[in-house]
């Protein structure tokens, strides 16, 4: 099996040099991404590819069902790198319909580590129990969580204590929320775009307020 991506490799490799000699020399070079993806580990969902840019342009961390933990010290690593070393401009929060750390995180069983890394999950649901009794589809109840969770995570990293020196700085960064399906490889906004503190302030009383 390890023969066979080496062989993939060689003719990704081959094909990107006949449609631009030099392709790799151009890669080589310092990366300028203006992107940071905060997305699933989940093999439907590459990052690069359903965002149509090449290596280089798009500065990326995954974890199982995309989430900002304050206490990850990888994605604290990431998020400082990305803000302080690459001054990238955007910062993606990208989710997916169907995640399956979602439906493991409400199917109400003990699986583990994982529970407790999926725990912010199982919070949202649980805060969200009223309206998700009234929907009956499991799989529209997975995928409004998967939305929650998102938004949830958007207002995470708004609130990171690197994302707020960035803006204290002057430093240009916004925060999107995105979704993306794999029944049709289209992206989706939440319609949300945080570029400062009283934005942020904004989304935790909106949130707040679906809680209550």
Known sequence: MIDNLISN?????SG?????????????AQQHPEYLWLG???SHVPANE???????ELFVHRNVSNIACPQDANFLSVLQFALEKLKIKHIIVCGHYGCGG??????????GLIDHWLRPISDIAARRSKTL???KDVDSRVNM??????????LSVAQNPFVKDAWRRKQSVAVHGLIYSIRDGLLRSLDMSITKPSQA???????????E
């Open 9 to 13: 490799n060689l003719d990704w490799a």
């Open 16 to 28: 990107r040099v006949r449609a631009d000699p030099q392709y790799f020399q151009h890669l080589a």
């Open 40 to 42: 699933c580990s989940d």
């Open 50 to 56: 359903i965002v149509g840019l090449d290596p280089g």
């Open 102 to 111: 979602v439906k493991t995180a409400m199917d109400g069983n003990r699986h």
């Open 133 to 135: 009794h009234d929907i």
């Open 145 to 154: 969580i998967c939305e929650e969770n998102v938004r949830a995570q958007v």
């Open 201 to 211: 302030e904004k989304l935790r009383q909106i949130l707040k307020n679906l809680d």
